[in-house]
């Protein structure tokens, strides 16, 4: 059995969102498709506390983005919400980053429920949440594969979607175009 995990694309990571991805709703045509062909589809949220430590106001990194209930937290209106089976929200722990689908969730449990043995990983952001939940997915024992055209990479350095490829690839994940 195989599952589509869609991570974060959301309106924050589209362009016009509070932490855009440079052609984040590019991708979403494409996950549509992959969605059409995959028994058990699950969507992730980044649903953060309006006080996260992960925002700039409160000395993190990141600008406020994707706080729980607000616009910017919905998913991209058009990803086919027909096709999500199971929706997923994350980043709820105000002291976590909460990058990984699977960090303080039940998404592992429901997959195993489903009878889940190979996930394939898409959305946003490749050098951030697509990569900790595909090495997640992976340290859980699932079968792993990114696509890659499914996915844009924030990029703060240079180079970060590179790296997270290699460090995909040298944890066992494969990367797909
Ligand atoms: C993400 C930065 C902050 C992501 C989430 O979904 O990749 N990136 N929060
Ligand atoms: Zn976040």
């Known amino acids: 059995m195989e599952a589509l995990i869609i991570v974060d694309v959301q309106n924050d990571f589209c362009p ?27 969507a992730t949220r980044d649903w953060h506390p309006a006080a996260h430590s992960s925002f700039a106001d409160r000395g993190g990194r990141w600008p406020v983005h994707c706080v729980q209930g607000t616009e910017g937290a919905e998913l991209h209106p058009q990803l086919d919400a027909r096709a999500i089976d199971l929706v997923v929200d994350k980043g709820q722990d105000a002291d976590q980053p909460g990058y990984s689908g699977f960090e303080d969730t039940d998404l592992e449990q429901a997959l195993r429920d ?15 949440c697509v990569r900790a939940t595909a090495l997640d997915a992976k340290r859980a024992g699932f079968d792993v594969t990114v696509h890659r055209g499914a996915t844009r990479a924030v990029n703060v350095e240079p180079g970060d979607d590179e790296r997270a490829v290699a460090e995909l690839r040298e944890a066992g994940v494969t990367v797909v175009g």
């Open 114 to 128: 489903q009878g889940v043995e190979r996930v394939d990983v898409v959305g946003l952001a490749l050098d951030y």
């Open 16 to 42: 016009g969102g509070a932490l855009a991805v440079a052609g984040g709703d590019e991708i979403v045509p494409v996950i549509n498709e992959l969605a059409r062909d995959t028994p058990f589809v699950v």
